[in-house]
């Protein structure tokens, strides 16, 4: 399974994007499929998921509100909506597909997701 990721680029603060996920082959029933940024200098981190069951989606305290994470199962597409960007949302933004459904203490670690986009930029600037 590959990942295309998309929709990156530079935007001012309070600002708005939508990065789209594309699995190059049918998306596993019962996956998760979930959103890390890794900054300059800094560890990847959690910034959202999705299971492929109805159900709450979850999010890093720093996003929460203002980020919208979807998935379209009939489209195999996963999205990240983020408004209100802040400079320190400046990041490489990965998608990622678990084949299993995560544990909530699992979802937010990306050791537990097998495939992974190539990352796409997002730049904020003040």
Same mark, same amino acid.
């Given at each position: 399974?590959?990942?295309?990721?998309?929709? %990156?680029?530079?935007? *001012?603060?309070? +600002?708005?994007? /939508?990065?789209?996920? @594309?699995?190059?082959?049918? $998306?596993?029933?019962?996956?998760?499929? %979930?959103?890390?940024? *890794?900054?300059? +200098?800094?560890? /990847?981190?959690?910034? @959202?998921?999705?299971?492929? $069951?109805?159900?709450?989606?979850?999010?890093?305290?720093?996003?929460?509100?203002?980020?919208?994470?979807?998935?379209?199962? @009939?489209?195999?597409?996963?999205?990240?909506?983020?408004?209100?960007?802040?400079?320190?949302?400046?990041?490489?933004?990965?998608?990622?597909?678990?084949?299993?459904?995560?544990?909530?203490?699992?979802?937010?670690?990306?050791?537990?997701?097998?495939?992974?986009?190539?990352?796409?930029?997002?730049?904020?600037?003040?």
């Amino acid at each position: 399974v590959q990942l295309q990721a998309s929709g %990156g680029g530079l935007v *001012q603060t309070g +600002g708005s994007l /939508r990065l789209s996920c @594309a699995p190059s082959t049918v $998306t596993f029933s019962g996956s998760t499929m %979930g959103w890390f940024r *890794q900054a300059p +200098g800094k560890d /990847r981190e959690f910034v @959202a998921a999705t299971r492929f $069951t109805p159900g709450s989606p979850y999010y890093a305290g720093s996003v929460k509100g203002r980020f919208t994470i979807s998935r379209d199962n @009939a489209e195999n597409t996963l999205y990240l909506q983020m408004n209100s960007l802040k400079p320190e949302d400046t990041a490489v933004y990965y998608c990622a597909l678990a084949r299993s459904t995560l544990i909530l203490s699992s979802l937010y670690r990306s050791e537990h997701y097998e495939y992974w986009g190539q990352g796409t930029l997002v730049t904020v600037s003040s």
